[in-house]
């Protein structure tokens, strides 16, 4: 362990001050139990950030911004917060073959269904390989056409590492279809929980980087890099939050160690799962353009598609504004990574102005372009987690805690399908809370006044 400056001696430390990280927080400190939370970022809320934009109503959502799913403690905590959340609707535009944009009713519930029969297969295989088969039928070609760009785009994943499997399992939670978004953006929510979490005494250390996390059963060490210097906080636990591309990262001095090494099947559980990749750039326009041409006929519009282009899909805000966002999911994500943020947003630009006919129109009214590198982010190294060819029970591994000394939290760590989620890991950071609660005998604790 290095020398430092001993900051503080608490009961947990939380590692990680994202969704997961502050729900655990709170959960525990409600309890009275004494947390401190180290976050390397000068921010909270990790892969949800909401960037404000001049004279617009609408933030831009740089990370998280829909609502999937059930979405259970995101909506509560919406509630808290005075928030609402809002359908997203499935007013879609698609591109067809000679260029027209046309009316899409997008029903991915038979895109969805055709992995039930992955449920069967007597070995697990990649999505690749398993809709090659019913990419040769005539019949269902269409269709697993549509699976896949669902799993490049929804899940980010690469269909020739993603299991089949575990899509199959995960697409049963219904996941993918509701789709609702809180109404002004995540970034309120960050900010009640971040509240929430001050109001019952949290310690919260911003821009302090976790560097080595030394442990043995009921004591937790973990050295730490931040402007005033390096710095050692003592627990008797630690819930780690840290993303999946963070805990798999090696070899460099923004490594995360772990003394002693975390056991084998923490690092198998690590192999099983990747990292998927997403391109999101947020556009914005003096007004929202699209809904007066034509006489009218994108009004209302949701969602743009062009499975042709460079960002496939592109989606308005509601209530409808001037930002537009372009998305692109896994493999094409991936080869996008290697531009410039300018280049990014110009390839951004013309893709959204190649659906209305040509640049002219989107350029006369763009005013702004935003994006983050999410995969060359040290504090993440991707966008969210899938499940690899034959990583079974890679999450639940990965969730299942060490020596009721480490526990584990974060999307990546969620079994009922939430993966990949704010609200999968919201219920994680719940769910690791009470783990620790409970083995340290913390729970006949009286719970503050919530
Ligand atoms: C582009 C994009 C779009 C998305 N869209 C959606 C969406 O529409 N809906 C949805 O539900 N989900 C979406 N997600 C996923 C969602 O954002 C995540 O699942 C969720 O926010 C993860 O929360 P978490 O707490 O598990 O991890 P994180 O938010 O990543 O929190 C982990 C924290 O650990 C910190 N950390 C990392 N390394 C260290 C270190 N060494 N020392 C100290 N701290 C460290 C990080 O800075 C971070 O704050 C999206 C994600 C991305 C990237």
Not at 252 to 274: C, N, R, W, Y
Not at 406 to 413: D, I, K, R, V
Not at 427 to 447: D, K
Request: charged share 25%.
């Amino acid at each position: 362990m290095q020398s430092g400056l001993v900051c503080v001696d608490a009961d947990v430390i939380v590692i990680g001050a994202g969704a997961a990280g502050l729900a655990a927080a709170r959960r525990l400190a409600r309890r009275s139990v004494r947390v401190v939370v180290l976050e390397a970022r000068d921010r909270a809320g990790g892969r949800v950030w909401s960037r404000p934009i001049a004279r617009s109503a609408t933030p831009a959502e740089l990370g998280a911004e829909f609502i999937h799913g059930r979405g259970g403690p995101t909506t509560r905590l919406l509630r808290e917060a005075g928030m609402a959340a809002v359908d997203v609707g499935d007013a879609g535009w698609a591109c067809s073959k000679d260029g027209e944009l046309r009316r899409e009713e997008r029903d991915l519930s038979s895109a969805v269904a055709i992995f039930e029969a992955a449920r069967a297969l007597p070995d697990d295989e990649s999505v690749d390989c398993f809709l090659h088969r019913f990419e040769q039928d005539e019949a269902t070609r269409e269709t697993a056409r549509a699976a896949r760009a669902f799993v490049e785009g929804f899940e980010a994943a690469d269909p020739a590492i993603a299991s089949a499997r575990a899509i199959a399992s995960e697409v049963r939670s219904g996941v993918d279809l509701a789709i609702a978004r809180p109404l002004g953006g995540y970034g309120p929510m960050v900010e009640h929980l971040r509240n929430a979490c001050a109001a019952a005494r949290v310690q919260l250390c911003l821009s302090t980087v976790v560097r080595r996390v030394s442990w043995r059963r009921g004591a937790v060490a973990v050295d730490t890099s931040c402007c005033g210097g390096p710095q050692v906080f003592h627990a008797r636990a630690a819930i780690l939050t840290l993303p999946v591309g963070v805990l798999r990262h090696r070899g460099d001095e923004t490594a995360v160690a772990f003394d002693p090494p975390l056991p084998s099947a923490k690092t198998e559980a690590l192999s099983g799962i990747e990292m998927g990749h997403a391109m999101k750039v947020a556009l914005w326009f003096r007004t929202a353009f699209w809904a007066r041409i034509r006489s009218g006929r994108y009004r209302g519009a949701a969602f743009f598609r062009c499975e042709r282009q460079p960002f496939p899909v592109y989606w308005t805000q509601a209530p409808p504004s001037g930002l537009v966002v372009a998305w692109a999911g896994g493999p094409r994500a991936t080869a996008l990574r290697a531009l410039p943020e300018a280049d990014l947003i110009e390839r951004a630009l013309n893709g959204f102005g190649a659906l209305f006919g040509g640049p002219g129109l989107v350029r006369r009214e763009f005013e702004g372009g935003l994006t983050h590198d999410w995969s060359g982010d040290p504090f993440c190294r991707g966008a969210y987690s899938y499940v690899a060819v034959g990583g079974g029970d890679a999450r639940a591994a990965l969730a299942a805690p060490v020596d009721d000394t480490l526990f584990f939290a974060g999307e990546a760590t969620s079994t009922d399908g939430q993966s990949g989620t704010v609200n999968g890991a919201l219920e994680t950071g719940e769910r690791a809370a009470a783990e620790a609660v409970e083995a340290l005998g913390l729970a006949a604790h009286r719970p503050r006044t919530e």
